[in-house]
T-cell receptor, first 114, second 114 residues
Framework: DTGVSQDPRHKITKRGQNVTFRCDPISEHNRLYWYRQTLGQGPEFLTYFQNEAQLEKSRLLSDRFSAERPKGSFSTLEIQRTEQGDSAMYLC????????????FGEGSRLTVL | AQSVTQLGSHVSVSEGALVLLRCNYSSSVPPYLFWYVQYPNQGLQLLLKYTSAATLVKGINGFEAEFKKSETSFHLTKPSAHMSDAAEYFCAVSPNSGYSTLTFGKGTMLLVSP
């Protein structure tokens, strides 16, 4: 039984570069979420997919951020023209069909923008 | 709208002492409530959840929490702390319907001394 996997676990980049993170959810989960966590804060919601449809986006998701889930399986989160304020842990989570219930989180992808 | 307040960014206890981590929530609809634990450089792991069944919820590692609607609280307790409990703990709330996203508190770091 594999959990949610994220890649890469760590990414160091220079300001202005583009970065992409990948998330593979638990295979039978059709709902996928991205959160961002900065030091000393709880996770903050970024966006949500049900199958391949992106159903909700937070105001935190600026135009430089884009997320996709092309076939309703894995998802990617791309950040264009990174800024130092983008440094954070990016967490992916998934959940099966059905009301309520917990999210199953991956280990996260830590981004450091120099 | 929903929100979570966790009182105390840090809580220190001695090994064997009672652990009490406080969480108060605000929700315009009946909530689901969750406690997650996060170890350094890892994702979030579910400790326990309240989904409108029993108000006293037991979780993993000896933790439990009680839903008190009148006090809008969902405090986490453990009778006897272990060194391995040292971690960051997050309370989260979601509406009890649909795909609803979880809203997290800022977290409480639990420090356990020998």
């Amino acid at each position: 039984d594999t959990g949610v996997s994220q890649d890469p676990r760590h990414k160091i980049t220079k300001r202005g570069q583009n970065v992409t993170f990948r998330c593979d959810p638990i295979s039978e989960h059709n709902r996928l979420y991205w959160y961002r966590q900065t030091l000393g804060q709880g996770p903050e919601f970024l966006t949500y997919f049900q199958n391949e449809a992106q159903l909700e986006k937070s105001r935190l998701l600026s135009d430089r951020f884009s997320a996709e889930r092309p076939k309703g399986s894995f998802s990617t989160l791309e950040i264009q023209r990174t800024e130092q304020g983008d440094s954070a842990m990016y967490l992916c989570a998934s959940r099966p069909q059905g009301e309520g219930g917990e999210l199953f989180f991956g280990e996260g992808s830590r981004l450091t923008v120099l | 709208a929903q929100s979570v307040t966790q009182l105390g960014s840090h809580v220190s206890v001695s090994e064997g002492a009672l652990v009490l981590l406080r969480c108060n929530y605000s929700s315009s609809v009946p909530p689901y409530l969750f406690w997650y634990v996060q170890y350094p450089n890892q994702g979030l792991q579910l400790l326990l959840k309240y989904t409108s069944a029993a108000t006293l919820v037991k979780g993993i590692n000896g933790f439990e929490a009680e839903f008190k609607k009148s006090e809008t609280s969902f405090h986490l307790t453990k009778p006897s702390a272990h060194m391995s409990d040292a971690a960051e703990y997050f309370c989260a709330v979601s509406p009890n319907s649909g795909y609803s996203t979880l809203t997290f508190g800022k977290g409480t770091m639990l420090l356990v001394s020998p």
